[in-house]
């Protein structure tokens, strides 16, 4: 039986052999996973500077990140809920950005602390004066914002990125309950609940506030019940000291008569 022993050189070719289809399985996995976990990375979202509470007034800010290394983003378009209009809304300025805020009619009015509102911001559009948000960097872009509304828990915000090459990515899906996230989601704004009792805590500190303003008159006045009873009291004995006075005047001026007529008659 003739047994052929392998040579070192053989061995090496075979292992070398492997190395290319083991390197290009890796590569291929980690596209995989670049590819998956980059547009997670890379969404255009909103976030509220603190909380954004329902009936309340809210700084949010939209972040937007650049995806793209060979292009910067030089524009941003968010649209406005249309089905829950907001009343007040307020870009704060960013270096390097143009802001246009553009207004459109109301199909239904709504009302703001007793006005009747019938057009209402529909679009922000920021407009890079400069080279805009560049491959590896992000930008915010706030807005202040309200009154939010009492009848939902969040508020969508569909946007347009533009890039340098004018490719334009359209962040407008909707995320719906119990699906996986779609693609290109519209940035979503959570509203949390009010604080329960606000209002009622508002009239509690009033209540205190009147209460505390009672008892300070209460003091005052028993303060001045007391300096009036002082006074009265001084008074009174001043005039006591001065009838003492009197009476005692009388009482000499009568016993020098007295012993006056009493030595008269002696004689």
Avoid: C
Avoid at 17 to 35: E, F
Avoid at 67 to 88: M, N
Avoid at 116 to 123: C, L, N, P
Avoid at 128 to 136: D, E, N, Y
């Amino acid at each position: 039986m003739k047994v052929t022993q392998a040579t070192p050189a053989a061995t090496a070719t075979r292992t070398s052999s492997k190395l290319p289809r083991v390197a290009a399985a890796g590569a291929a996995a980690a596209l995989v996973v670049l590819a998956v976990s980059t547009p997670a990375f890379a969404h255009v979202t909103v976030q509220p500077e603190g909380e954004a509470a329902k009936g309340g007034y809210a700084v949010v800010d939209f972040k937007v990140p650049n995806e793209r290394d060979d292009a910067s983003t030089t524009k941003l378009e968010v649209s406005l809920p249309a089905d829950h209009p907001l009343a007040s809304v307020m870009p704060q300025p960013v270096d390097g950005w143009d802001v246009k805020v553009t207004t459109s009619k109301l199909a239904k009015p709504i009302t703001s602390h007793g006005q009747k509102i019938d057009e209402a911001v529909s679009k922000v559009t920021w407009t890079a004066t400069g080279k805009g948000i560049r491959p590896g960097y992000f930008q915010k872009f706030p807005l202040s914002v309200g009154q939010l509304p009492e009848d939902t828990d969040q508020l969508v915000f569909k946007a347009l990125q533009t890039y340098s090459n004018k490719e334009v990515v359209r962040w407008i899906e909707v995320q719906k309950e119990g699906q996986e996230e779609p693609q290109n989601p519209a940035p979503s704004l959570t509203l949390s609940d009010a604080a329960e009792g606000s209002h009622g805590s508002t009239a509690k500190g009033a209540s205190a506030a009147d209460s505390s303003a009672e008892d300070a008159k209460d003091a005052k006045d028993a303060k001045s019940t007391a300096a009036e009873s002082t006074d009265s009291s001084d008074t009174t004995a001043r005039v006591l000291g001065v009838v003492g006075i009197v009476v005692g005047a009388v009482g000499v001026a009568y016993g020098v008569l007295a012993g006056r007529r009493r030595s008269g008659a002696g004689a």
